[in-house]
């Protein structure tokens, strides 16, 4: 059975930093396509990054040059490190397995974090 | 841009609803790659729908998907409590390697 894990979420202040982790049993991290969606209090889902399974990673422009998605193949683990956090980026944070840039087939049961301004 | 959804949509029990969600040429015109999800309450999405019609396995076959054009649907046919919930789209699309999620519906069931 499929199952994602996270952890890490939290209170931090403008500026701060914090990093996700997302615990994976069922299937191997390093070979699938592995996502991280947010949602805002109220708002909609917004995909935050990806990382393919060759490596590759994108980033929505909104946290470009802030987020880092990366991978811990030996743990099966994925993370997401955040810095220069932004009160905007206050948000429930979700990782997911993708299929194939097509749908995203598991999530996790998300994460709070909260930026204080 | 996030794809359009209506911002509610309401039935009765047994009841079914429809529930639209808008692109362009670029994502859902483009391509069969629309999954749909539900969220209740304080719970992460569920994948309902994928590849615009195909159920994953345990999904009732009360909802299905469809499209036409630029515009995606998700029907719930007769409608029950626990259908009660927000619902997401999504689409692949060619301008980010990132996906792109629609706006989101929240259905009530009368």
């Known amino acids: 059975e499929v199952q994602l894990v996270e952890s890490g979420g939290g209170l931090t202040q403008r500026g701060g930093s914090l990093i996700l982790s997302c615990a994976a049993s069922?299937?191997?991290?390093?070979?699938?396509?592995m996502t991280w969606v947010r949602q805002a209090p109220g708002k909609g889902l917004e995909y935050v990054s990806v990382?393919?399974?060759?490596?590759?990673?994108y980033y929505a422009d909104s946290v470009k040059g802030r987020f880092t998605i990366s991978r811990d193949n030996s743990n099966n683990t994925l993370f997401l490190q955040m810095n220069n956090l932004r009160a905007e980026d206050t948000a429930v944070y979700y990782c997911?397995?993708?299929?194939?840039?097509?749908?995203?087939?598991?999530w996790g049961q998300g994460a709070l974090v909260t930026v204080s301004s | 841009s996030a794809l359009t959804q209506p911002a509610s949509v309401s039935g009765s029990p047994g009841q079914s609803i429809t529930i639209s969600c808008t692109g362009s040429?670029?994502?859902?015109?483009?391509?069969?790659?629309v999954s749909w999800y539900q969220q209740h309450p304080g719970k992460a999405p569920k994948l309902m729908i994928y590849?615009?019609?195909k159920r994953p396995s345990g999904v009732s076959d009360r909802f299905s998907g469809s499209k036409s054009g630029n515009t995606a649907s998700l029907t719930i046919s007769g409608l029950q409590a626990e259908d009660e919930a927000d619902y997401h789209c999504?689409?692949?699309?060619?301008?980010?390697?990132?996906?792109?999620f629609g706006t989101g519906t929240k259905v009530t069931v009368l």
């Open positions: 990382i393919y399974s060759g490596g590759i990673s």
């Open positions: 590849d615009v019609h």
């Open positions: 040429t670029s994502d859902i015109g483009g391509y069969d790659f």
């Open positions: 999504s689409s692949y699309t060619k301008t980010s390697p990132l996906g792109v």
């Open positions: 997911a397995r993708l299929i194939s840039r097509d749908y995203l087939e598991s």
């Open positions: 069922g299937f191997t991290v390093s070979n699938s396509f």
